[in-house]
């Protein structure tokens, strides 16, 4: 049976990517955000929930992807010169496309007030872009021993610093949204420019601290593409990547008596549980697509992955512009088309969480076809 390190394509990766890109359009895009179901909000504070592991998800899936991609470019001739280029330009542009989605449209239609005082700087493409620049870096000028030692440091590392540093006017240790280490170093270095919505102001949960375990988040991943590179079968592959998770969910949960689960700050216990169950799901589609190659449900996830980042920036223009774009009705209110075809079409419905929730899946339905649009005249979009 030909091994995922000399077929062309992993197809279970592309679809593992599929379903956290749909699945992040579910919990971005509902009709009222006053009425969501509990598994579809982040944890208020320690915790998770199913949207708690979509952004680790992915950012781990970069990791895996990035082996593949490297030992294609190698193959093909490149050097490690003409690799890190390739790495520090595609991270501009993810870094710039968030930037982007920050700023949209500039205030320069639909009324929209924009400053470049207070946009904020910090954002998940953001993150995805500085995690994939290091630990591409990481990945280029060290061995799998040193990137182990490395992305175990970085863990240990957070949490000797979360747990040790004194805090001005809050103290040591302090684990609360106003007065963490993150939120200080956040309301300091980014000043007005982190997310309103955060829990404390002046807090983010992208920030520059929390940056560090994400980090090792993408490095779990990296591992997981150098396992599947390797020249065992896909029986055995599929065993250890399922033992390997759940090793790392167990150890997670362990440490999460210590230093809580917890999306906000990205924390340690946080990011290797994460680890661990995004490789127990990765396991299950490898087994189920290139084990026993049952792929009958797979392909729209298989679609939906392929321009991934496309899609998210998509997502985020839409919905901007839903909300932006006004008119006056002939009662003299001031209604937004999303409010417009909300309460037309979805409010209707009797059951506000309801209707909330199937604004979710049309909106990500709606992506699909243009996903699937772009499949069929075979756009890719590499970035």
Request: aromatic share 14%.
């Amino acid at each position: 049976m030909e091994s995922p390190s000399t077929s062309s394509r992993l197809v279970s990766l592309d679809v593992f990517r599929g379903t956290t890109i749909a699945g992040m359009m579910l919990v971005n895009n509902p009709g009222d955000w006053g009425h969501i179901y509990a598994p579809w909000k982040h944890a208020a504070w320690d915790g998770w929930t199913y949207t708690d592991t979509i952004f680790p998800f992915f950012l781990w899936i970069v990791g895996v992807a990035m082996i593949f991609s490297f030992s294609k470019r190698i193959e093909r001739g490149d050097n490690k010169g003409a690799l890190a280029l390739h790495v520090l330009r595609r991270s501009v542009i993810i870094f710039a496309l968030g930037m982007l989605l920050a700023g949209f449209p500039f205030g320069l239609a639909f009324g929209h007030n924009f400053s470049l005082a207070t946009i904020r700087i910090p954002g998940v493409l953001q993150r995805i872009a500085v995690c994939y620049l290091v630990s591409a870096l990481i990945v280029l000028n060290f061995s799998v021993r040193t990137q182990l030692a490395l992305t175990w440091g970085l863990l240990a590392l957070y949490w000797v610093l979360v747990k040790t540093i004194n805090v001005p006017e809050f103290g040591v240790g302090v684990w609360t949204p106003k007065g963490n280490l993150g939120w200080f170093i956040d309301s300091h270095l980014l000043r007005r420019h982190t997310w309103s919505g955060s829990p404390a102001p002046g807090f983010d949960p992208e920030g520059i601290f929390s940056t560090i375990p994400a980090i090792a988040t993408t490095m779990f991943g990296v591992f997981t593409g150098h396992f599947l590179r390797q020249s065992h079968s896909r029986e055995q592959q599929t065993a250890w990547m399922l033992f390997g998770g759940v090793v790392l969910m167990l150890f997670g949960l362990v440490c999460d008596s210590w230093l809580p689960i917890n999306k906000n700050m990205w924390t340690s216990s946080y990011s290797i549980f994460m680890a661990g169950l995004a490789l127990v799901c990765l396991a299950s589609c490898f087994w189920l697509i290139d084990v026993q190659g049952i792929r009958g449900w797979s392909k729209p996830f298989e679609i939906y992955g392929q321009n991934a980042i496309v899609v998210f920036v998509l997502a985020g223009i839409i919905g901007r512009l839903t909300s932006l774009i006004k008119w006056r009705t002939a009662e003299g209110a001031v209604v937004s088309l999303k409010a417009w075809y909300y309460q037309s079409f979805f409010l209707p419905i009797g059951d506000p969480m309801l209707a909330s929730f199937l604004h979710s899946i049309a909106f990500a339905l709606g992506l699909y076809g243009i996903a699937y649009a772009m499949h069929r005249m075979k756009w890719i979009l590499k970035i």
